[in-house]
């Protein structure tokens, strides 16, 4: 291995000393120009861009958006004080949204950032351009969200005429928005909330928020009739049977015993709004009676009797013996009341709005696993020829689903993680057979064209890029042939071969030689000829 490394880098300083010195520092120039310049390009732009989301009136609310922000994972940076927040200028719509659901306004608007402030411009021209910017920023917030493809914001800001009554006034708001995709009521909550924080609402009465189909998002118009209330209803137990789902999907898929599943809740729920009271009455152990709560009574006593005349006149009487009193009465009446108080004990139950009724609530499941033929495979380890059939016959023969057994811990899974009965739980398996057939050539013929047509063009790149930087080699200049060289050929030639005189009409073997040195040499022929007659004449 490293041989090999070394050869490669063998290879390429070979290639790197074919250059100039010149070329090399090009070259060099030229790379790292380009590489600098990506650097800069990238850094350019990932830096993000901050701007201000908010400046905070204190150390609480400041601590408030804090957590906010990191809960949400926004980035964000702070002044030296920690009241002014700053984050990136992508998250600016999200951030608003966020602050202006919890009652905190992401920023303090103000008419320097819309009007150039000339003497030109009236009071009443600054208000309308304030109500435009805040439109238009306001609709630009909304329309970064992923449902929402275009919003369309109308506000009515009362006037500021300087008054106690002016200042207290609510602002108006509508806002019409076009979907791409369902939007829910919470988040539709979220841009009322937003839009009443915004224009320092105390409530969202004054917001109106309805969709280019014509539905009214917010208020709901159908939230206190029989209509609404069924539908949201209807919503809650959607959103609980989805749950459902997820969670039973979830658990047999941790199984690994299923390709696929399929779950059917039929949930039940109480939305009746119902209340009770239990009364608990006790006394003391060993009492016959409860406490004394409060006591009523009422006596009177009267007495009666025969009396003599008024005066002295009955002193005087002879009477000896005593007279019987039974002419005197006496009277006596009482009259009582007498309230006990046992110990009591007073419970007030209210029935949860959409509770499940587990007893009443069933399930259904179907899992599926797939069996893969593979024609190839089972020619090659002989399962056809086994059954004597061939793959036709053998995919006609199972074509059809095979149910499995389901084990109760299956069962008992599903149970526990809905909370339904046992018996309320239905789970069925099936074995779904499906045949690949013989793929014959691994590519197609189109395939392979193309992939030689790929490796052709990549191959011509590659060949003018390297003639393009091949180093051209100086061609050598040729050296003047002198008298000198050409007896010195000569004379080798005729000792070497014994050469016969040069005649007119026979041709002898120098003769033949020259010659073809004149066809194949004409210019160093005429070269010579030149120094000859330079050497004569000169």
Same mark, same amino acid.
């Given at each position: ?285 060993? %009492? ?178 390297? %003639? ?71």
């Amino acid at each position: 291995m490293p041989e090999q490394i070394q050869a490669i880098i063998n290879k390429v300083l070979e290639w790197w000393r074919k250059f100039t010195r010149r070329q090399q520092v090009l070259i060099i120039s030229i790379s790292a120009v380009v590489v600098v310049s990506f650097i800069i390009l990238a850094v350019i732009m990932t830096r993000p861009t901050m701007v201000q989301l908010i400046a905070c009136e204190d150390g609480k609310q400041a601590a408030t958006v804090k957590t906010l922000l990191e809960d949400e994972k926004i980035n964000y940076q702070t002044s030296e004080d920690g009241f002014t927040f700053y984050i990136d200028e992508k998250d600016m719509p999200r951030a608003n949204i966020l602050l202006g659901s919890n009652e905190i306004p992401s920023s303090d608007y103000s008419i320097n950032n819309v009007i150039d402030g000339s003497f030109s411009t009236t009071e009443a021209d600054k208000q309308k351009r304030y109500k435009v910017y805040l439109e238009d920023k306001f609709a630009k917030d909304i329309q970064n969200l992923n449902m929402v493809e275009k919003a369309v914001v109308t506000l009515n800001i009362p006037d500021d005429d300087g008054t106690i009554i002016s200042r207290n006034q609510p602002g108006w708001s509508s806002v019409m928005l076009t979907l791409s995709a369902p939007i829910s009521d919470e988040t539709v909550q979220a841009i009322a909330k937003t839009m009443a924080t915004n224009l320092a609402n105390e409530t969202t009465d004054n917001i109106t928020i309805m969709d280019t189909d014509g539905n009214l998002l917010f208020p709901n118009a159908n939230i206190d009739t029989a209509a609404g209330v069924a539908s949201a209803n209807q919503d809650a137990r959607d959103k609980a049977r989805a749950e459902i789902v997820k969670r039973v999907t979830t658990v047999l898929d941790g199984t690994n015993l299923y390709d696929s599943v399929s779950v059917g809740v039929n949930l039940s729920m109480n939305f009746d709004e119902n209340s009770y009271v239990d009364y608990d009455y006790s006394v003391d152990e060993g %009492r016959t009676e409860g406490y004394l709560d409060s006591e009523s009574g009422s006596s009177s006593t009267s007495t009666s009797g025969a009396g003599g005349v008024p005066g002295t006149d009955s002193n005087d009487d002879d009477t000896t013996y005593v007279m019987e009193d039974n002419n005197q009465t006496e009277t006596s009446t009482e009259e009582f009341e007498r309230d006990y108080l046992p110990d009591e004990r007073i419970t007030t139950h209210k029935d949860e709005i959409g509770k499940q009724v587990l007893d009443d609530s069933s399930i259904s499941v179907t899992c599926k696993k797939f069996a893969i033929y593979n024609q190839d495979k089972m020619e090659k380890d002989g399962t056809l020829e086994e059954a004597g059939q061939t793959f036709d016959e053998f995919v006609k023969a199972n074509s059809n689903p095979v149910q499995q057994e389901v084990s109760d811990d299956i069962v008992e899974v599903v149970a526990r993680t809905t909370g339904f009965p046992t018996t309320n739980v239905k789970v069925v398996a099936y074995e779904i057979p499906m045949f690949q057939y013989s793929e014959g050539l691994p590519f197609e013929i189109t395939d392979i064209l193309q992939i030689v047509l790929a490796f052709l063009i990549f191959l011509m790149l590659g060949f003018v890029v390297f %003639r393009s930087l091949k180093v051209e080699e100086e061609e050598p200049v040729e050296q003047e042939l002198t008298i000198d060289d050409l007896i010195a050929s000569t004379a080798q030639e005729e000792e070497e071969d014994e050469l016969e005189d040069i005649g007119y009409l026979e041709k002898s073997e120098a003769r033949l030689l020259i010659e073809k040195f004149v066809d194949e040499k004409p210019e160093a022929v005429a070269q010579l000829l030149r120094n000859w007659l330079n050497e004569d004449w000169g």
